[in-house]
Each structure stands twice: as structure tokens, then as C-alpha cells.
């Protein structure tokens, strides 16, 4: 990529970003109060959660018989669905889930 087109791919970014946090600003209160938006509002961070953690797990091909890497990140997994749910706090999740995959390579 050339550098205008860095830039500009920053600028889009920059600019999305602050539309998404500025939005519920400048909408009617009442259509914020809405069921199906405060239902969404509720349940996208474990789905976003869940779509970056299944994604980051590295499955072992048919070559490759290390299967301990796989049973690691799962735990991690499982350790980070565990606390979202029972604590609600993503931030606390995911440094659950890293300190508990290191942890596991570590010991492991």
C-alpha cells in the first residue's frame, strides 16, 4: 500500500469510529429504548468475542499431529466464555483468556 492509501484507510477508520461512538448522541431517546436495539446492545460483545476467538484457534492439519496447542487455546477458551457470562466485563475476560493461554504454554 502507498502512503495515501494508508492514510486514507486511517481516516475512513478514524471516521467510522467516531460515528459509531457519536451516534447515540445526536438520536431520539426513544429510539434508543427500543427492544430489538437494547436486545442487540446485550449480546454483540460475546458474539464479536466469540467470532475473534474461534477465528484465532489454530487447528492442526493432518501433518501436523500437535494437538496440545488446539487443547490449550480451547481451554483459554472456555475459560474466557466462562467469565463473560458469569462477570459481564469483556476488557476482564479477554485478559483472563491471555493470561490463561500463556500460563498453559508455560506449564504445559
Known amino acids: ?3 495515501p492509501d494508508i492514510l486514507l484507510t486511517l481516516f475512513g477508520m478514524a471516521a467510522a ?8 448522541l445526536f438520536l ?28 484465532s484457534l489454530s487447528v492442526p492439519t493432518a ?16 475459560v474466557v466464555l466462562l467469565s463473560y457470562m458469569w462477570l459481564r466485563n469483556t476488557l476482564l475476560s ?7 493461554v500463556n500460563l498453559l504454554y508455560l506449564l504445559g
Open 1 to 3: 500500500m502507498t502512503t
Open 17 to 24: 469510529i467516531f460515528l459509531c461512538r457519536a451516534l447515540p
Open 94 to 100: 479477554v485478559i483472563l483468556g491471555v493470561v490463561s
Open 63 to 78: 501433518l501436523s499431529a500437535d494437538f496440545s496447542a488446539l487443547l490449550f487455546e480451547s481451554a483459554a477458551l472456555v
Open 28 to 55: 431520539p431517546q426513544r429510539w434508543l429504548q427500543l427492544g430489538w436495539l437494547q436486545s442487540l446492545n446485550q449480546t454483540l460483545p460475546l458474539c464479536i468475542m466469540l467470532i475473534l476467538l474461534f477465528a
